[in-house]
């Protein structure tokens, strides 16, 4: 029963692994096909033709691994290329970050007012207010990129004074515009979840747009019945308790995953454990090269 071919998954680099964590804590029976473009990343300042043909690129790579939903974890991507790459790939569903975050913050902003961090090329496309005013055009929303917090992850500067000044330095205007809701529109800033709360106040609610993608998944998949297995049968697999880890998980989570990067960077493994709080298991490499070819071999 369902359909046991994996999810892919991409994203510029090492971020939608945060997206991946949220897959397999909500759905445990679930294997993941990771690409991240570590080669090329990041996206975020590239020009718009640039990131729809890298997107393109990534997404046929792994649409010729046989997955059955595709995820595209990167906001950029998501906000700059969904449409087409909607347009380009067939046959399976294919999944953005955006929606599930608008969507997530238009039901709970009592004030009408949003505010949106993210890369400058996911903030200048609009994206997340396009998708919000399609629910509720009276809402306002503030975008505001925040180019410091990605370097800043990676470079393990979580919960330090440089990154509290950082969050201060592009969020504090956020409050005064009176927001109460904050979609965190980078798949980084998740990570950055305790300081952004704690300098914004309790009275902001933030919007993980990994989580609401996660989810989104799973609904997408229960209504196609491509699930890997009925949740009983998962449970039964996994010895009667619901088993709720990344890494321990009956047939599917991180061990029956597959972790894919266009370059494997020194920093790799330790950069991919704080975003997944987990290690990974293997990294195969995909060079740039072959990805650029996925491309052609359709074009042609
Ligand atoms: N993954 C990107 C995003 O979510 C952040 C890193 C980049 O600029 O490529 O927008």
Not at 83 to 104: C, F, M, N, S
Not at 270 to 287: D, F, N
Request: net charge negative; charged share 25%.
């Amino acid at each position: 029963m369902g359909d046991s071919r994996p999810i892919g998954v991409f994203d510029s680099g090492l971020g939608g692994l945060t997206v991946a964590k949220e897959i397999f804590r909500l759905m445990p029976s679930e294997r993941i096909i990771y690409l991240g473009d570590t080669a090329r990343v990041p996206y975020g300042g590239k020009s718009e033709e640039t990131i729809r043909r890298f997107g393109l690129q990534d997404a046929r790579a792994l649409l010729d691994l046989d997955v059955k939903l595709l995820v595209v974890a990167c906001n950029t991507v998501s906000s700059v290329a969904i449409d087409y790459l909607e347009r380009h790939i067939k046959g399976i569903p294919v999944i953005g970050v955006v929606l599930p975050g608008a969507r997530a913050a238009a039901t709970r902003s009592a004030e009408k007012r949003i505010g949106v961090v993210g890369t400058a090329a996911t903030v200048r496309s609009m994206s997340y207010a396009r998708a919000i005013h399609n629910i509720d055009p009276n809402i306002k929303v503030y975008g505001k990129p925040c180019p410091l917090f990605v370097p800043l992850v990676e470079e393990g500067l979580i919960d330090s004074d440089i990154t509290r000044l950082a969050v201060q330095h592009y969020l504090y205007e956020m409050v005064d515009l009176g927001i109460d809701c904050l979609i965190l529109g980078c798949t980084h800033y998740p990570i950055l979840m305790e300081v952004i709360q704690s300098t914004v106040g309790n009275g902001i609610q933030l919007i993980d747009s990994a989580l609401w993608t996660a989810k989104e998944a799973q609904n997408i998949m229960k209504a196609l019945g491509i699930e890997s297995a009925a949740p009983s049968e998962q449970r039964e697999a996994a010895g009667g308790g619901v088993r709720n880890s990344v890494v321990d998980n009956a047939g599917g989570g991180l061990a029956a995953s597959r972790f894919l990067g266009s370059d494997v960077t020194p920093n790799f493994e330790a950069v991919a454990e704080a975003l997944l709080g987990a290690r990974l298991p293997s990294i195969e490499k995909v060079p740039v090269e072959e990805l650029e070819e996925k491309e052609k071999i359709k074009r042609f």
